[in-house]
């Protein structure tokens, strides 16, 4: 409950932490509660939240349409961007299990992260936009691919900026 989220959070700022990394599931109804509950008790506990801005768990996180994905992630920034300095965008894309059970897709990832940095930053202009976190594999696809080939196929499709 919140009373639990706000003593682990107050915990986590004792050791002397200052920023605390947390999921953030896409949801196309924009309820915010949840967010806002734990937005409030970061602030309460000094700390600043680097939100995950991940897929549907209801969907096995199947990737978005990247048009509505980016616009809820810019209605987060929107609400939220006076106390986040960097949002990251998706986890493990590099994985079938993280998307949608379809084979890793890296031009996907690429347009769900480009259109989702640039509605970020049209809401928090000062953002800072971190690629997914990849996860350690050695496999070569179609399902999973190692991390070395999949932000080689990243940058191919264009996704540094």
Do not use: C
Request: net charge negative; proline share 7%.
């Amino acid at each position: 409950g919140d009373d639990e989220v706000q003593s682990t959070l107050a915990e986590i700022a004792a050791t002397g932490i200052g920023y605390v990394k947390q999921s953030f599931f896409y949801d196309d109804s924009a309820d915010w509660t949840a967010a806002d509950r734990f937005m409030e008790a970061a602030a309460a506990s000094s700390l600043t939240v680097v939100p995950l801005l991940d897929g549907d768990p209801q969907t096995n996180f199947a990737p978005p349409d990247p048009a509505a994905f980016a616009a809820w992630a810019g209605a987060f920034a929107a609400r939220y961007g006076d106390r986040v300095d960097a949002y990251i965008v998706w986890d493990e894309p590099n994985l079938a299990g993280h998307w949608g059970g379809q084979p890793a897709n890296p031009a996907a990832y690429a347009a769900l992260l480009s259109a989702t940095a640039a509605a970020i930053r049209a809401a928090d202009a000062n953002a800072i936009i971190v690629a997914a976190p990849l996860a350690p594999t050695t496999e070569t696809g179609p399902q999973n691919l190692s991390e070395t080939l999949f932000l080689r196929a990243l940058y191919e499709a264009g996704a540094a900026d």
